[in-house]
């Protein structure tokens, strides 16, 4: 059994948001027994329908005698989120306590609900980490097939016998996510250019968004690519990473960067998984760069640190990879390599932008190089300490 870092507060009501297949009910599974809760999943067809078409059974189901004084937890509120109308009153008047699972904010969004107006907190699930991995942990399996669990832990960590389930589940993941979270929630009027979209935003991972570029590829115009880049951070696949600016107007003029939440559905989308990632190359830089920043979010999320995350670039393309806004902390301006031995030329282009952003803000280059070094005002370490280090707040 792996255990996970989100750490909700269990006496309190809450939302649990996370993109198919990273484990949200096994969790919840294993966090209460049958005893203690009434298990609602709206994946259920029966029961979809049953409560779709029959509001009132819901309140029925919730006030019966045998689950009066059980824990709520709905799976998948999102399919029905008139559900939250009723969820909100009896928290209110009941003091109930519910647990409401999501895969998508889209139709939660577009209905215009408040979250139950701050009477349940917000919790995030995300692909198994190295922190959570502990000692399964396989830098290569990871890079190559991502952290969902069914991909991830398809083989032991340092096997490829079962390399072919996780290619079967990854591929199968990408065509399920078109088919029933875009196609049968109709989100986009024609699947096709979606589809296009997706292999081109997924080979696009990590680069700056040229939005007019992606639009003549797809077929489409500018602000239907920016929906479809809204779907994508709706249904939890993949985030925004704005470009920072010490000016906060200024740094909403430039385009963002956008990454998806796991290496194994980005190399799924652009059809790479038969493609292995030899160290040493571009593709393999670009995984490891993906990876690391996937990690520290994951940090900031389990650890409620409320982190934000920008890139910076210069008109010469000097760029940082990470920059870190932490309350109350200095800035953290990061550069990621993903060599095994790194030489004071890696952290050159950190020491001049950063020096030039913000001169009290903290320089890291994180890598594979397991020898701690400062390079000026650079300290360079190997991924695995600088993570260590940032939890314990010693950075």
Known sequence: MIGRDVSPLKNRSYFLFGPRGVGKSTWLQNQYSENEIIYLDLLDPDLYEDLLFNPGRFQQIISSPENLKKIVVVDEVQKLPKLLDVVHLEIQRKKRQFILTGSSSRKLKQKGVNLLAGRASVYHLFPLSSLELKDQFNLQRALEWGGLPDAYLASPPDSHVNDALSREYLSAYALTYLEKEIQQEQWVRKIEPFRKFLMIASRMNGKIINRSRIARDVGVDDMTIASYYEILEDTLIGFSLPAFHRSARKSQRQAS?????????????????????????????????????????????????????????????????????????????IEIKSKNRIDESDAKSLETLAADLDSKGKRLLLSQDPLDQTFGKTKAMHWQTALQEIIKDKI
């Open 257 to 333: 960067k956008f990454y998806l939440v796991d290496t194994g559905i980005k190399r799924a989308l652009d059809k790479s998984l038969m493609i292995p990632l030899q160290a040493g190359t571009a593709a393999y830089g670009e995984a490891f760069e993906h990876w690391l920043i996937l990690e520290l979010y994951k940090v900031s999320e389990y650890h409620r640190l409320d982190w934000r995350f920008y890139y910076a670039r210069t008109p010469s393309d000097v760029e940082v990879d990470l920059i870190i806004e932490r309350p109350g902390k200095p800035r953290l301006f």
